[in-house]
């Protein structure tokens, strides 16, 4: 107690505290040490008790100045401290106060005192830097430690200076030639330090012609500058860093040089014309431009400057990861075009899909699973997406998982639900059924039977075979076809261009044809697709072609024509509408009937170009020339005006081709039919029509009525005249049953009307998913398909 009470009334001032002393104190004291006007004092030898028995740092003003005040900064009773201090003190404390006359004052040496106890190895540099005296670099004394460092941190002059945010003093040494390539001892440039301060600081720092080297480098803990301004939160700062030049495709890692492997990526240019195209909320978690993107058209042009699309942020989390946990769809159907990997795993092991479970996101999960996301992912604590489908979400979501085959969790999993669990039975509620076409299907199972007796009887006799893909048109549902090709492709492991010998498209489906048959995969189709349509389909009908033209252009080649395609036979439907009436045209890249029988050209119409000279993008073009979507090519329409369904063209124009082979004793080219899979772009929801009657008007009312009706036999007629469905396809289907080919006819029920220029990418993606759900629940027939492809 007693003690505590003579610490609480001890008037003795803290040892490092500076206080004003006369000279005359210290006549009689002994020197231990001293340097021009500072002095270590021995203790005092008096017995008197109420002399001070301690070492004593006295600083002496010049002697310039008045002599009758000096200051006493430091005192302890250890000559080994005393000493200490001492040597930290005497080669800058005075010359500081002689430099700075400001400072020559009792709270001046204080600040000075304190910062040299804090910093004991700083140098005049780094003393001007930390008190913002820019005006003291001209002189020699400071000037010659401008690149010095630090002894135990190794921070320089310069780095103090941004350290304090004073920006002046950072323009002055920056004049004065201090080093910008300066590291600290944990890897930290001048930039790691600008990177929590402010944007003009970081400016000034990278004014010249061309950005430092340190701009991009990690320091100690992994960090790149841009790491260490999100970290902070400074978004003016991420900016300023990036308009520099800052590499954003540089991953915070220590020690992991393989995360460097990919090419810069730097988007100042972009982020000077779009300062704000960024979600700045979003910075402080790290990771890349992507990751802060709002938009599709930000993604599309950050990935074409070459911003890594798998980067990872703080999280470990990728841009799609973001995307999701954000609601922006059309930002995460933009990555996964731009082959965003679905399957990566943040920090906790979760894939995109896994927060998509968790948001309760159904577009998301449809979206992911048609981009071929793993439904299976398992996350570190060895849950499935289908896992965390809680109990109150199950009747939700439980069955756009399941329906696209899902997988329950595997014996011994914890906390299942019955929705999940292994032996489990319940899948989720599906939506409410749409009323489809007149159910035909025990008459199409008699004849599909019909067809593989007779191909089984007929096989062994054909030595070689033909597979035929027919694709039907319908604008953007051609997305359709790709998801069903994408599903047997699953099946068979075969890609699609090595599975038919001879491909029939019209329209979308022609575009899709001419696709596999250059060697695109189909998830590149996917891709392309969706790509197209946000540019194909802008302003109004009908569309303006460059864009599609130019598309066409970029994928097939501008000077590629049919003839350079020698693999799978195509046939491309198109409409000669230069005549009346019109005439279907096949576009090949094989030597037609008529020109294996030499059949003169009669018509006083010019003929098309033969497949050495055809273009391949103008067949695109001319197949895809839908009349109120697109202008006509020339003299060509839309393919889908006669052949939308390009079955019963395609299996005449195989027999006519392998006839005209056989009378010229070609016989050993004919390549007889052995399989024929139709796919379609998806059957609409059927629905009552009104008001179709078309009479002569007696009353207002029956005026209304008139036009009603003429409206309704309008769309009549055109569903009509571009039908693929209903007896366009049991045509198709007797009459292989008829000749003994196996014939599989393949289009899903859509749950609504789908228009061919549809944009949406919810719309899609659902549409996309019914696809996919009514190809898995048809796996069976896929399997079969493959054994047939495969036995060919």
């Known amino acids: 107690m007693l003690n505590v009470l003579r610490g609480l009334f001890n008037t003795d001032p803290l040892p490092t505290k500076v206080i004003e002393v006369k000279p005359d104190l210290y006549s009689n004291r002994h020197i231990y040490y001293r340097e021009d006007s500072i002095i270590l004092y021995e203790p005092n030898a ?87 005296l820019h005006d003291c670099f001209s002189n020699s004394q400071v000037n010659s430690f401008l690149n010095s460092s630090d002894e135990t941190t190794g921070i320089s002059p310069l780095q103090v200076a941004i350290k304090t945010n004073n920006l002046k003093t950072v323009q002055v040494l920056i004049a004065a030639k201090c080093s910008l390539e300066h590291l600290d001892y944990n890897g930290n440039s001048v930039f790691h330090y600008a990177a929590s ?53 540089i991953t915070a890692a220590v020690g992991s040089p ?54 990872v942020n703080f999280e470990q989390r990728t841009a799609l990861h973001v995307m999701v946990l954000r609601n922006r769809l059309e930002c995460v159907v933009a990555l996964l075009c731009r082959k965003a990997d679905p399957d990566l795993r943040d920090c906790e092991g979760n894939t995109p899909l896994h927060l998509a479970v968790k948001e309760g996101n159904i577009p998301m999960i449809q979206c992911f699973a048609v981009f071929g996301a793993n439904l299976d992912s398992l996350n570190n604590l060895g849950q499935s997406p289908r896992h965390l489908v ?31 669990i292994h032996d489990g039975t319940y899948d989720g509620i599906p939506p ?62 075969i890609p699609i261009h090595n599975c038919f010998d001879w491909i029939a498209g019209t329209s979308t489906g022609g575009i899709l044809a001419l696709g596999i048959a250059s060697g695109k995969s189909m998830k590149e189709c996917l891709y392309l697709y969706f790509r197209m349509k946000e540019l194909t389909f802008a302003g109004s009908r009908p569309y303006p072609s460059e864009a599609l033209e130019s598309i066409l252009k970029d994928t097939f080649g501008a000077n590629t024509v049919m003839a350079d395609i020698n693999n799978p036979k195509l046939l491309i439907t198109g409409c000669l509408a230069d005549r009346k009436p019109i005439e279907l045209h096949l576009f090949r890249n094989y030597e037609s009937p008529n020109d294996i029988l030499n059949v003169q050209h009669t018509s006083p119409f010019e003929p098309p170009p033969a497949p050495e000279e055809q273009l391949v993008w103008n067949v695109g073009r001319a197949t895809g020339a839908a009349p109120t979507y697109f202008r006509a090519f020339g003299r060509f329409l839309d393919g889908g005006l006669i052949a939308n369904n390009p079955t019963l063209d395609a299996l005449t124009e195989i027999h006519e081709y392998n006839t005209a082979l056989r009378a010229v004793g070609r016989e050993s080219e004919a390549s007889p039919l052995s399989i024929v899979v139709s796919l379609g772009t998806g059957l609409i929801p ?55 080919v196996p014939y599989f006819r393949f289009s899903p029920q859509m749950s609504e009307e789908i228009s061919m220029d549809e944009k949406s990418d919810e719309t899609l993606c659902r549409m996309l998913w019914e696809a996919k759900a009514y190809m898995h629940a048809n796996i069976n027939t896929l399997k079969e398909i493959s054994d047939l492809l495969g036995a060919v």
């Open 432 to 493: 409410n059924p749409v009323m489809g076409p007149t159910n035909r299907d025990t008459l199409n199972q008699m004849l599909a039977v019909a067809g593989m007796d007779a191909c089984t009887e007929t096989r062994s006799t054909e030595k070689k075979r033909g597979r035929l893909l027919c694709l039907d048109g319908g604008g953007i549902r051609g997305l359709i076809l790709i998801q069903l090709l994408l599903e047997l492709e699953n099946v068979t492991g």
């Open 390 to 420: 809680t109990k109150e979400k199950e009747a939700k979501l439980l069955y756009y998982l399941h329906a696209v085959g899902a997988k329950r969790c595997r014996p011994g999993t914890d906390q299942c639900t019955d929705g999940c």
């Open 686 to 740: 059927v629905t009552p029509v009104h008001g179709l009657d078309v009479f002569r008007p007696e009353s207002l009312w029956d005026t209304t009525r008139l036009v009603m009706g003429i409206s309704s036999f309008g769309i009549l007629l055109v569903d009509q005249a571009t039908a693929s469905d209903g007896r366009v396809v049991d045509r198709a289907r007797a009459w292989c049953s008829t000749i003994g």
């Open 258 to 311: 393989d995360q460097d492997k990919s090419a810069p990526g730097y988007v100042g240019d972009f982020l000077q014309d779009n300062p704000k195209s960024l979600y700045q909320q979003d910075m402080k978690f790290g990771g890349t431009p992507l990751h802060w993107s709002c938009s599709r058209p930000v993604i599309e042009t950050l990935v074409d400057m070459n911003c890594n699309i798998n980067a």
């Open 197 to 249: 301060t402010t944007k003009e600081i970081i400016s000034a720092l990278s004014q010249g012609s061309s950005p430092p080297r340190c701009l991009n480098s990690r320091n100690g803990n992994g960090h790149t500058p841009l790491h260490m301004a999100c970290l902070s939160d400074k978004t003016e700062c991420v900016r300023a860093l990036l308009l520099a030049g800052a590499d954003v495709n």
């Open 46 to 132: 008096s017995s008197n008790k109420k002399e001070p028995h301690k070492y004593e740092i006295v600083l002496h003003r010049p002697t310039t100045e008045s002599l009758r005040l000096s200051f006493s900064v430091f005192r302890s009773e250890s000559s080994e401290e005393a000493e200490i201090k001492f040597l930290c003190f005497k080669d800058k404390l005075p010359v500081f106060i002689e430099i700075a006359k400001d400072y020559c004052n009792l709270n001046g040496i204080q600040r000075v005192c304190d910062t040299l106890t804090e910093n004991p190895t700083w140098t005049l540099a780094h003393l001007a830097a930390y008190f913002s």
